[in-house]
């Protein structure tokens, strides 16, 4: 039973850009989270989805970011035209239940 | 405004000894405390919770305890291992539904032998 399942582990984008993150939940999860975690600090809550629904999109920026996870495939958190302060680690985790989260190995964005 | 916080970046115990993380939150509505712990280039794995009605939660070596009326939670490790060397997060959630969690910003404990 795979846990949750990240690609890329680490991507390397140029300033202007667009990078995709992946992220497939474990099998039978229907809740997935994306957060991100700058340098020196902690986790930050981007965006909850449920199957083909945006149910909390509060931590997300306003521009140049978008999450979706359609009924078929991984979620895909998408970062348009990135900048270098984009450059982090972004984590996915997955749930079934409201206390059952179980977390990626995240991704390393770097943007040169 | 931070709503968790972990005030000691890192922490040093002698191996043996007993390991005590501690955090703090301002929102009153958080119902829900767990403690995570992440290596380096891994993901973070949940270690313990506890629900707001209880004072107390205890899983082997773990024991987490929540002061509600001073906003305060703590996680006690004993014995510390070579192992439990890694970053703790404190995060709390609210609602009692499926929603985000806020994290602190971690603290590196550091085992010595």
């Known amino acids: 039973n795979a846990g949750v399942m990240q690609n890329p582990r680490h991507l390397v984008r140029r300033r202007g850009q667009e990078a995709r993150l992946r992220c497939s939940p474990m099998?039978?999860?229907?809740?997935v989270y994306w957060y991100r975690q700058l340098p020196e600090e902690g986790l930050k809550f981007m965006v909850y989805l449920q199957k083909e629904n945006i149910i909390d999109e509060s931590g997300m920026p306003k521009e140049r970011f978008s999450a979706e996870f359609p009924k078929e495939g991984p979620s895909i958190l998408r970062i348009q035209q990135v900048v270098r302060g984009d450059s982090a680690a972004y984590f996915c985790?997955?749930?079934?239940?409201?206390?059952?989260?179980?977390f990626g190995s995240g991704t390393r964005l770097t943007v040169v | 405004d931070q709503q968790v916080k972990q005030n000691s970046p890192s922490l040093s115990v002698q191996e043996g000894r007993i390991s005590i993380l501690n955090c703090d939150y301002t929102?009153?509505?958080?119902?829900?405390f767990l403690w995570y712990k992440k290596y380096p280039a891994e993901g973070p794995t949940f270690l313990i919770s506890i629900s707001s009605i209880k004072d107390k939660n205890e899983d082997g070596r773990f024991t987490v305890f929540l002061n509600k009326s001073a906003k305060h939670l703590s996680l006690h490790i004993v014995p510390s291992q070579p192992g439990d060397s890694a970053v703790y997060f404190c995060?709390?959630?609210?609602?009692?539904?499926?929603?985000?969690?806020?994290f602190g910003k971690g603290t590196h404990l550091i085992i010595q032998p």
């Open positions: 985790a997955s749930s079934q239940r409201s206390d059952g989260y179980t």
């Open positions: 099998k039978g999860h229907s809740h």
């Open positions: 929102n009153s509505m958080f119902d829900y």
């Open positions: 995060a709390a959630r609210s609602g009692g539904g499926a929603d985000g969690l806020t």
